[in-house]
């Protein structure tokens, strides 16, 4: 199964602020690992972190250490 194939079958979301450019990411949590994807290319590549870098990057981001 590639992966784009795959990627259709996870339950993604995006923020509820996203505007209707479809300018997003999209987020697919799952028990082994976080996905990421850009909403406007669904059956592109996307990024696969462990959970521990997913919630460390939300924190940066978060904290504003780097830009958004």
Do not use: Y
């Not at 993604?12 to 994807?37: D, L, T, Y």
């Amino acid at each position: 199964m590639s992966a784009a194939s795959h990627s259709h079958a996870l339950p993604w979301r995006k923020s509820s602020r996203s505007s209707s450019n479809g300018a997003c990411v999209e987020v697919a949590a799952m028990p082994a690992a976080v996905h990421v994807r850009d909403s406007k290319d669904p059956d592109g590549p996307m990024l696969t972190v462990g959970h521990d870098a997913w919630t460390h990057l939300i924190g940066v981001v978060s904290d504003g250490r780097i830009a958004r």
